[in-house]
Protein backbone atom coordinates (compact mmCIF):
# COMPACT_ATOMS: atom_id res chain seq x y z
CA UNK A 1 0.00 0.00 0.00
CA UNK A 2 2.70 2.43 0.36
CA UNK A 3 4.34 1.82 -2.81
CA UNK A 4 1.37 2.93 -4.94
CA UNK A 5 0.78 6.06 -2.59
CA UNK A 6 4.72 7.03 -3.33
CA UNK A 7 4.26 6.14 -7.40
CA UNK A 8 1.69 8.24 -7.30
CA UNK A 9 3.27 11.59 -5.55
CA UNK A 10 6.16 11.02 -7.72
CA UNK A 11 3.86 11.27 -10.61
CA UNK A 12 1.59 13.81 -9.44
CA UNK A 13 4.75 15.80 -8.84
CA UNK A 14 6.64 15.16 -12.38
CA UNK A 15 3.62 16.35 -14.14
CA UNK A 16 3.11 19.67 -12.45
CA UNK A 17 6.82 20.16 -12.70
CA UNK A 18 6.10 19.69 -16.88
CA UNK A 19 3.12 21.91 -16.62
CA UNK A 20 4.96 24.74 -14.94
CA UNK A 21 8.17 24.37 -18.09
CA UNK A 22 5.37 24.96 -20.58
CA UNK A 23 4.15 27.55 -19.12
CA UNK A 24 7.53 29.62 -18.93
CA UNK A 25 7.86 32.14 -20.97
CA UNK A 26 11.70 34.14 -21.12
CA UNK A 27 11.50 37.74 -20.81
CA UNK A 28 12.77 39.80 -23.48
CA UNK A 29 16.04 41.84 -23.94
CA UNK A 30 15.87 44.22 -27.07
CA UNK A 31 19.36 45.92 -27.91
CA UNK A 32 20.29 48.16 -30.35
CA UNK A 33 22.67 46.82 -31.75
CA UNK A 34 20.57 44.23 -32.76
CA UNK A 35 19.21 45.73 -35.83
CA UNK A 36 22.66 46.82 -36.61
CA UNK A 37 22.43 50.43 -35.54
CA UNK A 38 25.71 51.94 -35.19
CA UNK A 39 24.67 55.57 -34.23
CA UNK A 40 23.27 54.42 -31.26
CA UNK A 41 23.51 51.96 -28.20
CA UNK A 42 20.29 51.44 -26.29
CA UNK A 43 19.03 48.22 -24.42
CA UNK A 44 15.68 47.89 -23.34
CA UNK A 45 14.83 44.60 -21.05
CA UNK A 46 11.73 43.00 -19.36
CA UNK A 47 12.97 42.60 -15.75
CA UNK A 48 9.37 41.31 -14.39
CA UNK A 49 6.70 39.91 -15.60
CA UNK A 50 3.54 39.75 -13.67
CA UNK A 51 -0.10 39.10 -14.61
CA UNK A 52 -0.85 42.01 -17.02
CA UNK A 53 1.93 44.30 -16.42
CA UNK A 54 6.17 44.08 -16.73
CA UNK A 55 8.40 46.32 -15.64
CA UNK A 56 10.86 47.38 -18.13
CA UNK A 57 14.77 48.97 -17.78
CA UNK A 58 16.27 51.01 -20.38
CA UNK A 59 19.64 51.35 -20.48
CA UNK A 60 21.58 53.10 -22.62
CA UNK A 61 25.56 54.58 -23.31
CA UNK A 62 24.62 56.75 -26.81
CA UNK A 63 21.18 57.71 -27.36
CA UNK A 64 19.84 58.45 -30.44
CA UNK A 65 17.37 61.08 -31.72
CA UNK A 66 14.02 62.13 -29.76
CA UNK A 67 12.12 60.27 -32.32
CA UNK A 68 14.62 57.24 -32.74
CA UNK A 69 15.01 56.60 -29.30
CA UNK A 70 10.74 56.66 -28.27
CA UNK A 71 10.29 54.22 -31.56
CA UNK A 72 13.48 52.11 -29.89
CA UNK A 73 11.53 52.18 -26.65
CA UNK A 74 7.93 51.41 -28.00
CA UNK A 75 9.81 48.31 -30.00
CA UNK A 76 10.73 47.00 -26.86
CA UNK A 77 7.03 47.13 -25.15
CA UNK A 78 6.12 46.08 -28.82
CA UNK A 79 8.19 42.75 -28.30
CA UNK A 80 7.08 42.55 -24.79
CA UNK A 81 3.23 42.41 -26.33
CA UNK A 82 4.09 40.12 -29.03
CA UNK A 83 5.81 37.82 -26.35
CA UNK A 84 2.86 37.99 -24.18
CA UNK A 85 0.35 36.85 -26.99
CA UNK A 86 -1.81 40.57 -26.02
CA UNK A 87 -2.39 42.69 -29.22
CA UNK A 88 -2.82 46.37 -27.20
CA UNK A 89 -0.17 47.68 -24.67
CA UNK A 90 0.35 51.00 -22.84
CA UNK A 91 2.73 52.87 -20.76
CA UNK A 92 1.40 53.30 -17.17
CA UNK A 93 4.47 54.57 -15.27
CA UNK A 94 7.94 55.97 -15.66
CA UNK A 95 10.61 56.83 -13.52
CA UNK A 96 14.40 57.69 -13.37
CA UNK A 97 16.30 54.52 -11.95
CA UNK A 98 18.55 55.14 -9.30
CA UNK A 99 21.17 52.46 -10.94
CA UNK A 100 21.08 54.55 -14.35
CA UNK A 101 18.65 54.63 -16.96
CA UNK A 102 15.00 54.70 -16.45
CA UNK A 103 12.03 52.05 -15.28
CA UNK A 104 8.71 51.57 -16.81
CA UNK A 105 5.22 49.87 -15.93
CA UNK A 106 3.60 48.47 -19.29
CA UNK A 107 0.30 47.26 -19.45
CA UNK A 108 -1.00 44.29 -21.37
CA UNK A 109 -4.35 43.34 -22.99
CA UNK A 110 -6.31 42.09 -25.45
CA UNK A 111 -9.13 44.50 -24.92
CA UNK A 112 -9.42 47.71 -26.70
CA UNK A 113 -9.13 51.01 -24.54
CA UNK A 114 -9.36 49.08 -21.23
CA UNK A 115 -10.23 50.76 -18.35
CA UNK A 116 -6.94 51.31 -17.19
CA UNK A 117 -8.09 51.45 -13.37
CA UNK A 118 -9.85 48.10 -13.70
CA UNK A 119 -7.30 46.18 -16.04
CA UNK A 120 -4.46 47.56 -14.21
CA UNK A 121 -5.20 48.97 -11.02
CA UNK A 122 -6.18 51.81 -9.27
CA UNK A 123 -2.58 53.14 -8.41
CA UNK A 124 -2.34 53.94 -12.49
CA UNK A 125 -3.39 57.51 -13.63
CA UNK A 126 -4.90 58.37 -17.17
CA UNK A 127 -2.82 61.11 -17.65
CA UNK A 128 1.36 61.08 -17.80
CA UNK A 129 3.34 63.31 -15.70
CA UNK A 130 2.78 66.36 -18.25
CA UNK A 131 -0.85 66.20 -17.80
CA UNK A 132 -1.35 64.07 -21.38
CA UNK A 133 -4.08 61.49 -21.70
CA UNK A 134 -2.14 58.07 -21.83
CA UNK A 135 -3.95 55.42 -24.97
CA UNK A 136 -2.80 52.16 -25.61
CA UNK A 137 -0.83 51.06 -28.77
CA UNK A 138 -1.50 47.77 -30.83
CA UNK A 139 0.93 45.20 -31.72
CA UNK A 140 -0.66 45.33 -35.39
CA UNK A 141 -0.52 49.11 -36.15
CA UNK A 142 3.12 48.22 -35.34
CA UNK A 143 3.40 45.32 -37.39
CA UNK A 144 2.68 47.89 -40.49
CA UNK A 145 6.37 49.15 -39.23
CA UNK A 146 7.96 46.31 -38.06
CA UNK A 147 6.51 43.29 -39.59
CA UNK A 148 5.85 40.23 -38.32
Excluded at 62 to 76: A, D, L, Y
Excluded at 122 to 127: G, I
Aim: charged share 25%.
Amino acid sequence: MKYPITIASILLLGLSTVAADTNATSLVVVDSSDFGDTNTHMRIEEIERNENTSKLRLTYEKMGSSVGSSMFIMRGFYEVAKSRGTEYFINLKEWDDPNGGHCYIAGFTNTKDADIKKEFGTEYELVNKYGQDIGYMSVSDCNMIWGK
